[in-house]
C-alpha cells in the first residue's frame, strides 16, 4: 500500500509523525480525504476527530482547529491543539461540554463564537475517546490473579 509522511504538530510539541496511507480531516468546508499523490493544498481545519489509516489499522486523534498543508513531500497539521484517544480526560471534557451548553442556553439569543468552538473541541474529544473505548483489541489485558 502506498504512503506518505504525515506530521502532526502543536505549539507544544510533535504529536505524530509516521508514514501513513490516509487521514481524513475535517476542514472548514467539511470532510476531506488526504491519499498518497495528493495535489498541493492548504486548508483551515475546525475542531473534530482526526482518522489515520495506516497497515488495515485505523487511529483517531481529537484536533482542535489548526491548518492542513499538503506539501509534495509530507502533509503537515498544524493543531491548535491535539489529543490521542488515550490522551483524553474524559471528565474534563465533559465539564468543557456542559459549561459551553451551559452559556449557549444562557443567552440563546447571542452569536457566542467562544462557547461554541468550546462545545465543537469538546465533543470532539469525547467522540474520540469514545471511539477508543468502543474498538476491539484496545482494551487492557486482563491481569492474572
Ligand atoms: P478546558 O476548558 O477543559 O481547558 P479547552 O477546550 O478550553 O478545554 P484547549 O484550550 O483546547 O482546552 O486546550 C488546552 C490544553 O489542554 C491543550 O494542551 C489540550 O491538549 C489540553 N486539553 C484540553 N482538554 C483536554 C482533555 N479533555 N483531555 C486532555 N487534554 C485536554
Known amino acids: 500500500m502506498a504512503t506518505f509522511k504525515l506530521e502532526i504538530v502543536t505549539a507544544e510539541k510533535m504529536v505524530f509523525s509516521d508514514d501513513v496511507n490516509e487521514v481524513v480531516a475535517w476542514g472548514v468546508e467539511g470532510q476531506l480525504g488526504i491519499l498518497p499523490h495528493h495535489a498541493p493544498l ?3 481545519l475546525q475542531s473534530g476527530d482526526l482518522l489515520i489509516k495506516k497497515d488495515n489499522e485505523e487511529q483517531y486523534l481529537a484536533i482542535s ?3 492542513l498543508e499538503v506539501r509534495p513531500d509530507k502533509v503537515i497539521i498544524l493543531a491548535d491543539a491535539c489529543e490521542r484517544a488515550e490522551e483524553i ?4 471534557a465533559e465539564e468543557a461540554k456542559k459549561r459551553a451548553e451551559e452559556a449557549l442556553k444562557a443567552a440563546p439569543a447571542r452569536v457566542d ?9 469538546s465533543l470532539a474529544r469525547l467522540k474520540v475517546a469514545e471511539k477508543r473505548r468502543r474498538r476491539p483489541g484496545t482494551q487492557p489485558h486482563p491481569t492474572k490473579l
Open 42 to 44: 492548504m486548508t483551515m
Open 65 to 67: 482547529g489548526g491548518f
Open 89 to 92: 480526560d474524559v471528565a474534563r
Open 113 to 121: 463564537v467562544a462557547a461554541e468552538a468550546a462545545l465543537r473541541r
